[in-house]
């Protein structure tokens, strides 16, 4: 994993590898915990697979740092939301950038 951490505003979330064996048994091929604010991730993912795992912890981790109740913001809302947020998390992890063209190579 090219990707030890991802940063958002003033937080850090820790990357770190899910076992095939914690991810089987939790029916998934990752995890945000916010009290820890780790991302685990299951290895030997294909890489589209990796990406889309990857971009939906970083969300989960966008939503527990952000006072915002997204389920009151509407479609509109939502969008601005996650671009806004989106954006300022590839503003401040060039290396995202890296593990996404990676992932998207042909
Ligand atoms: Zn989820």
Same mark, same amino acid.
């Given at each position: 994993?090219?990707?030890?951490? @991802?940063?958002?505003? *003033?937080?850090?979330? =820790?990357?770190? =590898?899910?076992?095939?064996?914690?991810? !089987? !048994? $939790?029916?998934?091929? $990752?995890?945000?915990?916010? $009290?820890?604010?780790? @991302?685990?991730?299951?290895? =030997?993912?294909?890489?589209?697979?990796?990406?889309?795992?990857?971009?939906?912890?970083?969300?989960? %981790?966008?939503?527990?740092?952000?006072?915002?109740?997204? =389920?009151?913001? $509407?479609?509109?809302?939502?969008? *601005?939301?996650?671009? !806004?947020? %989106?954006?300022?998390? %590839?503003?401040? *992890?060039?290396?995202?950038?890296? %593990?996404?063209?990676?992932?998207?190579?042909?």
């Amino acid at each position: 994993m090219i990707l030890k951490e @991802i940063k958002y505003r *003033n937080y850090k979330a =820790k990357v770190v =590898k899910l076992t095939r064996k914690q991810a !089987s !048994s $939790g029916n998934m091929y $990752g995890c945000y915990y916010p $009290g820890t604010q780790i @991302i685990a991730i299951q290895e =030997k993912l294909p890489r589209l697979t990796l990406l889309d795992t990857m971009l939906h912890e970083i969300g989960h %981790f966008i939503a527990d740092k952000s006072s915002i109740r997204l =389920k009151n913001l $509407g479609e509109e809302g939502t969008v *601005n939301f996650v671009a !806004s947020e %989106f954006t300022k998390v %590839f503003l401040q *992890n060039p290396k995202l950038i890296s %593990f996404i063209k990676k992932c998207t190579r042909k």
